[in-house]
DNA sequence: TTACTTAATAGACACTGTGTCTTCTACTTC
DNA sequence: GAAGTAGAAGACACAGTGTCTATTAAGTAA
């Protein structure tokens, strides 16, 4: 079913989708019109209606591709972690590996743009790691002091915040170092002896 | 210069404002168009383009006041706080308080329009406000394994994070108990006893 | 109260962008 | 080579924007 597609239409597609990739890059979605897309692509606006019901349409069958791409590259290819060990969670580095391979276009999406649809599809597939670093720790007893719901989403939100945050800053650390400060953080805290545990 | 406002130009935007206010209620931003906003007000569409360029700018002057509401409640009047008791600092319970004030309002921007403007201006305050907390603590000696940019970063997108996630799920905690969950998320973290501190 | 000033109305205008449709031409596939 | 489908080109009605002008209504100040 894919590959039984007309490859006038593959490469009618493949033109919209670079055009308005290339035009995000240069001016705010919001302001980008079909026949600019048309123009950039060297096609027809009636062709553009053919494929697709209207801009929101197109750029969504591009966010689908990327997030495609992404979920692959962070699947658990049944991966040995230790979660007691202070290396980071080798899924978790290959996120932010992905990131800088492909980083204008997720500073565009994630930051520049701020895309609702695709931000919320990235901050489901962190909940979906977060998730399982908490069920492995129910799993060995160890007891939460705050509801669990509450501190998934805490912990989901930080790391989402901190990436857009890395991201907008050109990605001043490594994938390694980002993914090992962030799991510090989530677990132990930021601090190299905690001052709070005493009072507790 | 507030006061020497015609009273038919302040009847006039509060009407504008309000049938705005009202139309996002029922439809989405993006929707919703100048002549609805203006039969709505019982306006006529050109009056509209007396007072501003276009909706987007009439929304600005709208969050603008928001913001304006927000930080007063928010602003520091002499409060004293012990960082190293158990209990909230005062002007973060205040905060989720005056979310709930106007909810509506909040589950508006914050969570189903998810505007940009507002949302990175409420981060601004929850950043200044966590700001100060990394402060005190650098004051005090207590050096941090994390760097501070990142570590503010953190807790900044998890405050924020966690208090767009308890708007969409209508409020299920107190302003106490968010403000006192989210102080020990940040200082000693979501278990009762860490279970990382050992193999550290 | 009157006279001056400014707001709001009502309707018209040009303009931009959307989505659809039709006819014609050029590929692709069998 | 013939049949089927994709894309081109241009026209169309329509919705919404922003501006402008002439007229009416409301506020202000002597």
Redesign the pocket.
Known sequence: MDT?L????K???AMFEKSLLDLMDEKEYR?????EI?QRS??????F???Y???DHLLEQILDEALNDLKISVEVKAVEYEYKSENPHPIFVRLFEKMIEKNKFYQIMLVRENNYYFTEAVRKIIKDFVKEGTSYMRNQDITYKVPVDLSVAYITSAYLGVIIWWLKNDMPYTPTYMATQLTRMSTVGPFADNPFLNSD
């Open positions: 039984k007309d490859p006038r239409v490469r009618t597609r302001s980008i019109t079909v026949l048309a060297t096609l027809n606006r009636a062709t209606y053919l494929h019901y209207d801009k």
